[in-house]
């Protein structure tokens, strides 16, 4: 009896945190505007991660388009790594 019981509750949890991620990824100022801009990026996981910090960092700006259009958004076109070089994709 004890079986189904632990089973059903495996189950239930496992979906609300499957919904949670996916809920929550999306959902974020960010999530939209950096699958644009990285949508042609040939390391897509790179891109993201790192568009999406910049993005926060930067009060939600993600230049427009998947390449360029950094003028629009100076804090992220200013944004540098430890070698000096750009930052955001």
């Known amino acids: 009896m004890k079986f189904p019981v632990v089973q059903f509750l495996i189950i239930s949890l496992l979906l609300t945190s499957s919904?949670?991620?996916l809920s929550t990824a999306d959902?974020?100022?960010?999530?939209?505007?950096?699958?644009?801009?990285?949508?042609?990026?040939g390391r897509q996981d790179?891109?993201?991660?790192?568009?999406?910090?910049?993005c926060e960092k930067c009060n939600?700006?993600?230049p427009s388009g998947t390449?360029?259009?950094?003028?629009?958004?100076?804090?992220?076109?200013?944004?540098?790594?430890?070698?000096?070089?750009s930052k955001c994709p």
């Open 19 to 21: 919904l949670f991620m």
């Open 27 to 41: 959902s974020s100022p960010c999530g939209g505007k950096c699958n644009v801009r990285c949508s042609k990026a």
């Open 46 to 54: 790179r891109c993201l991660k790192y568009c999406n910090i910049c």
């Open 60 to 62: 939600y700006c993600v």
């Open 67 to 85: 390449y360029g259009n950094k003028d629009e958004c100076p804090c992220y076109r200013d944004m540098k790594n430890s070698k000096g070089t």
